[in-house]
């Protein structure tokens, strides 16, 4: 699998949430949904059953990040409910490989999220339980924020271990992607992209998701990590 975007429909209209998400399909690869708790993370959004409703009006695979606490209990019912890709944040998880092995098991793919502050390679050990590592860069919680490049060298980091380990691993960025970030991300390691504002708060979404696709692609071509320079 290549390039894949995945616009976050945290950045939609709320009271349109189902025509906010046919605005991008056929040019999204994913819709990605945040779940915040207002405890692991200072924001309410939504939950589970708001996901079931959209599950069942769209047709773009949806992408469920998931910044809750105990996310033991509560991340294996949206892979139950048809989410493609369900991501825990490992901060808040008592049982990782238990909660990642779990969401295999319902049907969908497993992601680990790691705060801008937490190290990649203190879950070295976790990768090959996982199919997708989404590294925040913005502190998780709100959207619009600025690209934090500091986390740059983890999403680099986060490659060289995957590599390493010959894993298939997709590798999430998160926060203040836009035209303007995401040919660094990409060079650095990343294949999956999470954009907000940068596709609705564009005239065209789609045009939108297009266009950062084609950056992603031209940037991962001549990148160390696929070059193998």
Same mark, same amino acid.
């Given at each position: !699998?290549? #390039? ?10 709320f009271?349109? $949430? ?7 399909? =056929?040019?999204a690869?994913? $819709?990605?949904?945040?779940? !915040? ?12 059953p708001?996901?079931e ?20 209990? @509560? ?6 409910a ?7 944040h490992?901060?808040a998880?008592t049982?990782?490989? *238990? $909660? ?10 497993? =992601? ?5 502050? *937490?190290?990649?390679d ?12 989404l #590294?925040? *860069?913005v ?30 691993? @997709?590798?999430? #960025? ?6 303007? *970030? ?5 060079d650095?390691?990343a294949? #999956? ?6 596709v609705y ?14 950056q ?7 990148? @160390? ?5």
């Open positions: !699998m290549g #390039v894949q975007v995945s616009p976050s429909i945290l950045s939609a209209d009271a349109r $949430l189902a025509d906010e998400c046919q605005r991008v399909a =056929g040019a690869d994913w $819709l990605h949904v945040d779940v !915040m708790d207002n405890h692991f993370v200072p924001n309410l959004t939504l939950g589970l708001v996901v409703s959209l599950l069942a009006a769209v047709t773009t695979p949806v992408d469920c990040h998931l910044m809750i606490e105990d996310p033991d209990r @509560w991340a294996p019912a949206y892979a139950e048809g989410a493609g890709s369900v991501t825990f490992v901060e998880a049982a990782p490989i *238990t $909660l990642a092995r779990d969401i295999r098991r319902a049907g969908a793919r497993a =992601g680990m999220g790691l705060r801008p502050a *937490t190290p990649v203190a879950y070295a050990d976790l990768l090959p339980e996982i199919d997708m590592l #590294v925040m *860069t502190e998780p919680g709100f959207g619009g924020q600025r690209f934090l490049d500091v986390v740059v060298p983890k999403i680099r980091r986060a490659r060289e271990l995957a590599k390493g380990r010959d894993l298939d691993l @997709w590798i999430q #960025v998160d926060g203040g992607v836009s035209a303007e *970030t995401i040919e660094v991300c990409a650095a390691g294949d #999956v992209f999470v954009a907000g504002s940068a708060g564009a005239d065209d979404p789609a045009a939108a998701v297009r266009s950062l696709a084609a992603a692609e031209r940037a991962t071509a001549s990148s @160390w990590w696929c070059t193998g320079s």
